[in-house]
DNA sequence: AGCTCTTCCTGAAAGC
DNA sequence: TGCTTTCAGGAAGAGC
């Protein structure tokens, strides 16, 4: 559920009520998915909410150094990754608890901050300011931001297929597998294709599809395809501009030819085989995949 | 370097 | 109806 549009949505709710207020205590239902499970309980109780931002398809808050606790003068981040199920927000504690609901921080003015996660592919982790840097450099650059030029320079040379190194988060961060479909449909560029075979020309068009789709994305306030809601509850609405994902067999909106599904770097992946053309290499291979067992 | 397959987990939808 | 299989917005790791 979460790309970056998706983490956006999120991550504006959270801005409007988090920040200025403080973390009084931590409780835990399953931890598998957190880092450190202690920790959140001995080194948060005391802190405050400085910012919430986001990098990639990671949510940032960003805390206080401690009161009382151990390194108190130490600022730390609390990252989290809402795999494909996570959600965040803040409950008054009279609210019924969602289903798979894991993490209550529980704030000063009563409220709590909850993290629910189905499936709990999310993370959960702290992360001290001296080790933030080597955090951020593990992700690629944020594709809202990235220039031409830079964007040109990630891409080439590479023999990977486009669709791979749009989901590689440590290329990009923040785009998924709903995004690079709605972005390459937008360029007209086929999920296969070869980084390295693509031309100025379409390197262009790609960037820009790819800041046209997030764009519009996070002003519908995300893709609600089953479950996806912000953080107060409300879904998107970009899933009515899909373009190409899910829509398996209707027409395409540019030429009406059938959209098709394929696997692509190991997702589900869908395209319009007339406006995106296939790379030549590829028509003769790839046919059926081999059912295994 | 890059690809495919598997795994983590739960639930919805499709298949029989 | 009911049981089984497949698939899902993510991502890491193994093996080739």
């Given at each position: 559920?979460?790309?970056?549009?998706?983490?956006?949505?999120?991550?504006?709710?959270?801005?409007?009520?988090?920040?200025?207020?403080?973390?009084?205590?931590?409780?835990?239902?399953?931890?598998?998915?957190?880092?450190?499970?202690?920790?959140?309980?001995?080194?948060?109780?005391?802190?405050?909410?400085?910012?919430?931002?986001?990098?990639?398809?990671?949510?940032?808050?960003?805390?206080?150094?401690?009161?009382?606790?151990?390194?108190?003068?130490?600022?730390?981040?609390?990252?989290?990754?809402?795999?494909?199920?996570?959600?965040?927000?803040?409950?008054?504690?009279?609210?019924?608890?969602?289903?798979?609901?894991?993490?209550?921080?529980?704030?000063?003015?009563?409220?709590?901050?909850?993290?629910?996660?189905?499936?709990?592919?999310?993370?959960?982790?702290?992360?001290?300011?001296?080790?933030?840097?080597?955090?951020?450099?593990?992700?690629?650059?944020?594709?809202?931001?990235?220039?031409?030029?830079?964007?040109?320079?990630?891409?080439?040379?590479?023999?990977?297929?486009?669709?791979?190194?749009?989901?590689?988060?440590?290329?990009?961060?923040?785009?998924?597998?709903?995004?690079?479909?709605?972005?390459?449909?937008?360029?007209?560029?086929?999920?296969?294709?070869?980084?390295?075979?693509?031309?100025?020309?379409?390197?262009?068009?790609?960037?820009?599809?790819?800041?046209?789709?997030?764009?519009?994305?996070?002003?519908?306030?995300?893709?609600?395809?089953?479950?996806f809601v912000d953080a107060e509850g409300q879904p998107g609405e970009y899933q009515q501009r899909h373009r190409a994902y899910g829509r398996e067999g209707k027409p395409c909106f540019r030429c009406g030819t059938k959209i098709r599904r394929a696997i692509v770097a190991g997702r589900s992946s869908y395209f319009c085989p007339r406006c995106q053309r296939a790379p030549r290499k590829l028509r003769s291979i790839r046919r059926q995949s081999p059912k295994r067992k």
């Amino acid at each position: 559920m979460p790309e970056l549009p998706e983490v956006e949505t999120i991550v504006r709710g959270l801005r409007t009520v988090l920040p200025g207020h403080t973390i009084t205590s931590v409780r835990l239902g399953k931890t598998d998915f957190i880092e450190d499970p202690a920790a959140l309980g001995e080194l948060l109780p005391g802190r405050r909410i400085e910012a919430v931002d986001r990098m990639g398809k990671f949510i940032r808050l960003g805390l206080s150094a401690g009161p009382t606790a151990k390194n108190p003068e130490r600022q730390i981040d609390l990252i989290v990754h809402l795999g494909m199920t996570g959600w965040l927000g803040v409950r008054r504690p009279e609210d019924p608890v969602a289903p798979h609901t894991h993490v209550f921080f529980e704030l000063e003015d009563g409220r709590e901050l909850r993290y629910t996660d189905i499936r709990r592919f999310g993370q959960m982790r702290l992360v001290p300011c001296e080790g933030f840097d080597a955090f951020r450099e593990s992700l690629g650059m944020e594709p809202l931001e990235v220039s031409a030029s830079d964007f040109g320079k990630r891409l080439s040379g590479r023999r990977a297929r486009i669709k791979a190194l749009l989901l590689d988060q440590s290329v990009f961060r923040g785009i998924g597998n709903i995004y690079a479909d709605e972005s390459l449909w937008q360029a007209r560029i086929h999920p296969a294709r070869l980084a390295a075979r693509l031309n100025s020309a379409e390197l262009g068009r790609l960037r820009q599809a790819i800041r046209r789709v997030l764009l519009r994305a996070i002003e519908d306030r995300g893709s609600s395809i089953s479950n996806f809601v912000d953080a107060e509850g409300q879904p998107g609405e970009y899933q009515q501009r899909h373009r190409a994902y899910g829509r398996e067999g209707k027409p395409c909106f540019r030429c009406g030819t059938k959209i098709r599904r394929a696997i692509v770097a190991g997702r589900s992946s869908y395209f319009c085989p007339r406006c995106q053309r296939a790379p030549r290499k590829l028509r003769s291979i790839r046919r059926q995949s081999p059912k295994r067992k």
